[in-house]
């Protein structure tokens, strides 16, 4: 709280970064958002990244329905959607996210049912994953710019 | 044997007798000092000591000094009684010895006698039984018997010859000898008894006696006083030396005797010895001092001197005897130790205040912090609220609305500003504040602190604003903190008055006394100053009330951290108590100087007077210009020189304006005030105003003309939404366009000054139909489903420096393209509805042909088509990038074949957009 704790914090998310690019969950475009991120935009990542969650949830969860209904063939709307998906998390750099929903999609365009139910339980695993990493990401930086923002007049 | 001791006796008494008189020898003070207890094991050792004559005394005049001074004949007197005295002891003794030695002369006698008497019967010499002749036959047989009876059982032999001649004979014989031994005793012992008699008074002779004595004394005196670092001297009342001692004798006899202290030595102390000694000699009264002497003799010396005065019997004056001991060593230990203990007594202070100072350091520290904490803690809600309120600000609203949110935001804006105050105070105090020299309107900020005052203004005061015709219409200084000023003095004074007036008066004054008394000091920072403009102008400024006035006894604490006047007021009135303290240190900051006269029941006056610069005229006459041009154009009267204001609480209405003259024209123009345009650059000069100035100077090179010295004032401050209009209504039919701009360029969340400059521009090109397109930014557009890609690539834009529209689809992007002109279109390939592909199709054949059929057949509805065709430049090719994600779906040869110049693969990166910027924009 006074500012003390900043380079340790930035230190902790360095770390958290790194095994996250280690892993592949990320790669380097989510570097190209933070460098988008300045003065005047100061929130873009966690904006970004929140809308991003808010999208792909919906898309999910459209997923699974389309999914759950048994007498099932509308492939090319799961292939729209996983469109969507693919496109924003390559854009966000959720690499991890991007692979297995590309894999979803070959499922989808071969109507392999089995395949897409497999790729939809891949894809929300590897999104929770994501979205646990990011928070904590964020709640790291949160508390980062607290402590930064602690100014001693001298 | 009994002479040995005898003799011994005397000798022991001798000594005795010396010891004790000794001292008195030596002088009534050696009495004590001198505990000599065995000067008679000294003599030898004293006979050892080769003594050095190192006095040099006038022996003619010696004596005579001895005999006719006290100090003299008691000595004198004191060696009579002594040997006196001795001789007395001596005699005494030898009357016991004689009593002694006639005892035992008497006890020999009666020995004998008995001893004659015990044999006399025995002996047969006639001549020592005549008279008892007649019982000697008696005799004779009693002894006999008696012999026989005694003798018989021992000595036989004897007892053989104890009746014969012989026998007795031989007895007597010996008798005899005996009797001679003894009187031969008696006799030596006579003799020795004459003799010792004899010696003892030869050796008691009392010259002799006393001269032994003096010697002893002498000796004694050389050998305590060999090495001592002393001066002795007799000095007559002339203060002419008639005796001195002196251990290290550097003068000859008849350099000194009868001499003064000033002939024999020159130099410094010796005139102060001179003076001393006299002084001694005056005032009859034995003291010490002491001296330090400079002479070419001995150096830098420092003497403890000590001069009694010598009276002679008749009790005259007749000298002084002097003593001195040198002590320079000891001075300087005893200086070293003065100034040791000094310093000792430096640090300790040092230390204790530097331990207050620490101490007090990290309370401040802490309270610091926590202040820093705290304003930030506070800022960021508040920002929030003001932020709200700008976007508020944004969105539609009734007039009354806009004047509320408009107080809102100024009101934030000052508790903001107050935060960053308090932060400044802490700053000012730790000395780290920089002022920012800003040129700013003297009038115009004494306009807007009386205006915003009115503004919350719930008393029926009217303020007044009066500034002289020789302030100038421009002048640099930190504006910021002077309206903080001036804010500050106002509120109080409003605070503090019920009913009549509160004004600012503002007057050029010469150069204030204070400043020119610290002229000297702060004559680098003024050359400094002087360096960068030409003038500087003293400007007062008076904060006047006709309020409750404050108490005399008031004032002092009235710019104390925290005071208020008093207690009651505290409770009354409220506040930090902290804001005057604020303005002081501010104005003192600056240079200048906050002062207050008040009377009770009558008013207040706060009185700071600063300096300014004042810029060098041709450097702002072209922009006054410009703005007196605008006046005449918008034929509104020009108010920068105008120099009195008048402001009175309308109940229901935020804004007012009472002066007369200029209230006719000010209210058709309140309409304006609702607009979040702010139409003077120097009214609020904010950090930003630099730039803002210099942006405005780099478009106006850019070929804008007339109006957009208006876009570019409306657009020099961004954030003028909720700055305050000031007041003469620069109104003009273009209001709502640039409100809209300014609308427009909010809605991307930060405020750019090419993006707004752009779309006004680009709106003026509508109306006008003037071709400006060079100067402007290229029209990019986006076309793309996908919010997060929107996003993101909206903000690499920003990055590079452009902004674009965004399309998210391909009907929207064929809409947008048809009303408007862009100069490149990024286009995702898939998207709903109509994907990139055939988008791009449709927008190719348009070029073509010149319309939009294929479009329309393509089920597309385009509602403007025919109004809008002419304005297109069919000939000229549309740039269209694809944004391809590399799946089969969409591949590169795909795009070419549908009409597209190029692809970018996604993700989207900065480097490639770029790249491809740079490749289709000129």
């Not at chain 1, 508390?143 to 007049?153: E, K, S």
């Not at chain 2, 139409?679 to 090179?701: H, K, R, W, Y």
Request: charged share 25%; net charge negative; with cysteine.
């Amino acid at each position: 709280m006074l500012g003390l704790g900043v380079d340790r914090l930035q230190a902790d998310i360095n770390r958290l970064l790194a095994s996250l690019f280690h892993q592949g969950v990320l790669d380097e475009q989510f570097l190209q958002l933070q460098q988008l991120q300045d003065e005047t935009s100061p929130n873009f990542v966690y904006d970004v990244i929140n809308i991003y969650f808010d999208e792909s949830e919906k898309l999910l969860r459209n997923l699974r329905l389309l999914l759950m209904d048994r007498e099932f063939s509308d492939y090319k709307k799961i292939g729209l959607h996983l469109n969507q998906l693919v496109g924003s998390s390559s854009s966000i750099g959720a690499r991890r996210v991007r692979n297995v929903c590309v894999a979803f999609r070959s499922a989808s365009e071969l109507s392999n049912r089995p395949g897409c139910l497999r790729g939809l339980e891949v894809v929300e695993h590897e999104y929770h994953y994501l979205k646990n990493m990011m928070h904590e990401l964020f709640q790291l930086e949160q508390q980062r710019i607290l402590a930064a923002g602690v100014r001693y007049p001298m | 044997m009994v002479c040995e001791m005898e003799t011994d006796q005397i000798e022991e008494m001798d000594v005795e007798v010396l010891s004790s008189m000794w001292p008195e020898d030596v002088g009534t003070e050696a009495d004590k000092q001198f505990n000599v207890e065995k000067p008679a094991g000294d003599l030898d050792t004293l006979k050892e000591v080769t003594i050095e004559t190192r006095t040099i005394a006038d022996m003619t005049r010696l004596p005579n000094l001895l005999n006719s001074t006290h100090q003299g004949s008691s000595q004198l007197t004191n060696l009579v009684k002594q040997w006196e005295y001795m001789q007395d002891n001596a005699v005494r003794l030898l009357k016991e010895e004689l009593k002694n030695l006639d005892r035992q002369r008497e006890e020999a006698e009666a020995k004998e006698l008995k001893i004659i008497e015990e044999y006399k019967f025995e002996s047969n010499e006639p001549e020592n039984v005549p008279v008892l002749d007649e019982t000697s036959d008696l005799f004779r047989r009693f002894r006999q018997k008696k012999r026989d009876a005694l003798v018989d059982s021992k000595k036989i032999e004897i007892y053989e010859e104890f009746d014969t001649v012989a026998y007795w004979k031989q007895k007597a014989l010996s008798l005899e000898k005996m009797l001679e031994a003894s009187t031969e005793r008696e006799r030596r012992l006579m003799e020795k008894l004459s003799e010792s008699l004899k010696t003892m008074e030869s050796q008691s002779a009392p010259v002799q006696e006393l001269t032994q004595n003096l010697k002893r004394a002498e000796g004694f005196l050389h050998f305590i006083l060999q090495n001592a670092p002393i001066v002795m001297g007799h000095q007559d009342k002339d203060l002419r030396y008639l005796f001195i001692y002196n251990k290290y004798p550097s003068l000859r006899e008849q350099d000194i005797l009868g001499k003064t202290d000033v002939e024999i030595f020159h130099g410094g102390g010796v005139k102060e010895s001179e003076d001393f000694k006299r002084e001694v000699l005056e005032k009859g009264k034995a003291s010490k001092r002491e001296i330090t002497f400079t002479t070419d003799l001995f150096g830098s010396k420092t003497f403890l001197i000590y001069v009694e005065p010598v009276y002679n019997k008749a009790g005259e004056k007749i000298g002084i005897n002097y003593m001195g001991m040198e002590v320079t060593d000891q001075v300087v230990k005893r200086e070293k130790m003065a100034k040791l203990r000094e310093d000792n007594a430096v640090r300790k202070a040092m230390e204790s205040e530097l331990n207050k100072t620490i101490h007090i350091t990290e309370e401040t520290m802490r309270a610091k912090q926590m202040l820093a904490t705290m304003s930030h803690e506070i800022r960021s809600p508040l920002s929030g609220v003001v932020g709200m309120a700008e976007i508020l600000s944004t969105t539609k609203l009734d007039k009354e609305q806009r004047q509320l949110l408009n107080v809102m935001i100024s009101s934030g804006d000052l508790v903001l500003q107050l935060i960053n105050d308090i932060l400044d105070l802490s700053k000012v105090e730790s000395g780290v504040m920089r002022l920012e020299a800003t040129k700013f309107r003297p009038r115009e900020v004494v306009k807007h602190v009386l205006q915003t005052a009115a503004a919350s203004l719930k008393k029926s005061l009217t303020l007044e604003g009066n500034i002289a015709d020789d302030v100038p219409i421009e002048v640099v200084g930190d504006v910021l903190r002077i309206r903080q000023i001036l804010t500050n003095l106002i509120s109080n004074a409003i605070k503090f008055t019920h009913e009549g007036n509160v004004g600012i008066k503002l007057q050029v004054i010469s150069e204030p006394s204070f400043v020119r008394d610290n002229a000297l000091n702060a004559d680098t920072e003024e050359h400094e100053q002087n360096g960068l403009t030409e003038t500087s102008v003293w400007i007062c400024c008076d904060v006047w009330d006709t309020g409750i006035g404050i108490p005399e006894n008031a004032l002092p604490c009235l710019f104390k951290k925290y005071m208020q006047a008093s207690a009651d007021h505290a409770r009354k009135y409220g506040g930090t108590g902290l804001g005057l303290a604020i303005c002081k240190q501010l104005v003192e900051l600056m240079g200048g100087q906050l002062t207050v006269t008040s009377r009770v029941s009558e008013g207040s006056t706060f009185t700071f007077i600063l300096p300014y610069k004042v810029g060098r005229s041709d450097d702002y006459s072209d922009d006054q210009d410009e703005f007196s041009d605008m006046a005449d154009q918008q034929s509104e009267p020009d108010d920068t020189a105008e120099g009195y204001f008048q402001f009175k609480p309308l109940l229901g209405s935020i804004y007012s304006n009472g002066g007369p003259g200029i209230s006719n024209d000010f209210l058709p123009h309140k309409v304006m005030l609702t607009s979040p345009i702010k139409l003077i650059n120097g009214f609020v000069a904010d950090p930003s105003n630099n730039t803002g100035q210099s942006e405005m100077l780099q478009l106006e090179n850019g070929g804008y003309m007339d109006e957009s010295k208006l876009e570019t004032s409306s657009g020099h401050c961004p954030e003028s939404a909720h700055q305050y209009e000031n007041g003469n209504g620069r109104c003009f039919s273009k209001e709502s366009e640039s409100c809209s701009s300014s609308q427009a360029s909010s809605e991307g969340g930060t405020l750019e000054m090419e993006s707004e400059l752009t779309v006004s521009s680009h709106r003026e090109e509508e109306k006008a139909e003037t071709e400006v397109k060079e100067t402007s930014k290229p029209k990019i557009l986006l076309v793309e489903d996908n919010k997060i890609n929107i996003m993101v690539a909206k903000s690499m834009m920003k990055q590079l420096g452009h902004t674009m529209d965004i399309a998210n689809n391909g009907v929207e992007a064929i809409t947008a393209i048809n009303s408007s002109s862009y100069d490149l279109v990024l286009m995702d390939v898939c998207m709903p509805v109509l994907d990139g592909l055939k988008a791009t199709r449709l927008i190719r054949s348009y070029e073509e042909t010149g319309n939009w059929n294929a479009a329309i057949e393509a089920g597309v509805d385009i509602s403007t088509s025919e109004n809008e065709q002419v304005c297109m430049r069919p000939t000229n090719r549309l740039p269209i990038i694809a944004m391809t994600a590399n799946t089969l779906a969409e591949s590169s040869e795909e795009c070419y074949a549908n009409g597209m110049d190029s692809f970018i693969s996604k993700p989207v990166t900065l480097q490639k957009l770029r790249e491809c910027l740079q490749q289709y924009l000129h």
